[in-house]
């Protein structure tokens, strides 16, 4: 092989007047690379106060006590007043005199109601009840028959009370929604369903009726006459629902007309 030649650069000769004006010899140009924006940390994500599967936040996000009302009691008129000063709230009257004192106070233009309201020492109470002189108003009791049905599919109501044989009831059943937030559906419990609707009919009829207590209060609401009755009707009328409601499930007992006060009994 022959010799290679080797040829010897003087780059000191070969720079450039901005190379030695660097004071380098081996300095070259850079290209700036663009600096990486850099992105600041993202901020950490705040929790969410955690609830229940029922939706419920933490004690503290729950709102207070819901303040009641205030009830508004409304001015009684001065007759009203009056009447309430001649009774003795500290006293429980016996019938008689009760009777006596409420014909005295109640001064109305229309013969009304005596009414009977019961605090009962159990929750849930019902009964039958049969008044010896009546209640003093006058219900129209009706068996349900085709005629009925057809009234009901009209939207015609001209009754107090319905009463219903077992076969029929699939057939009234199919107006519920007329007579249901009426009242007026035949129910077994209520003892408006019967196999023999005749007789039930002449009880009604007769000042019998089905009572039952408030359901979310122990309270029993009884109309047992008119103010007109005589004394002695209206006391026998008070003693049978007395009877009907039993001693052990009055814890006390007032008596009052339509608009007087209320005067508390004393029950024999």
Do not use: W
Not at 18 to 28: E, I, N, P, S, V
Not at 141 to 159: N, P, R, Y
Not at 229 to 243: D, M, P, Q, S
């Amino acid at each position: 092989m022959g010799k290679k030649k080797v040829a010897v650069i003087d780059l000191s000769q070969s720079e450039s007047a901005q190379y030695k004006a660097g004071g380098t010899r081996d300095q070259r140009i850079r290209i700036k690379k663009p600096e990486l924006e850099t992105q600041p940390e993202p901020e950490p994500i705040k929790s969410r106060p955690t609830t229940s599967s029922r939706g419920r936040g933490s004690a503290a996000d729950k709102p207070g006590p819901k303040k009641k009302k205030k009830r508004v009691k409304h001015a009684r008129s001065q007759r009203y007043q009056e009447a309430r000063a001649k009774i003795d709230k500290t006293k429980a009257y016996p019938v008689s005199d009760a009777i006596k004192l409420l014909k005295e106070i109640s001064h109305v233009n229309f013969d009304p109601t005596v009414e009977l309201h019961f605090n009962l020492n159990t929750d849930k109470l019902s009964g039958e009840l049969t008044l010896p002189h009546g209640s003093g108003k006058t219900k129209k009791v009706e068996i349900a028959s085709d005629a009925t049905l057809v009234k009901l599919k009209a939207g015609k109501i001209d009754f107090d009370v319905l009463l219903a044989e077992p076969q029929i009831m699939p057939k009234v059943a199919q107006y519920a929604k007329i007579l249901g937030p009426k009242g007026l559906m035949p129910n077994p419990k209520a003892g408006t369903v019967s196999d023999k609707p005749e007789e039930l009919k002449k009880k009604l009829a007769g000042g019998s009726l089905r009572f039952r207590s408030e359901a979310k209060a122990p309270l029993l609401h009884l109309a047992v006459g008119k103010l007109s009755f005589e004394n002695t009707k209206l006391e026998e009328n008070i003693k049978a629902a007395f009877a009907a409601v039993a001693k052990k499930n009055i814890a006390s007992v007032f008596l009052c007309s339509s608009m007087s006060p209320s005067i508390r009994l004393k029950v024999d």
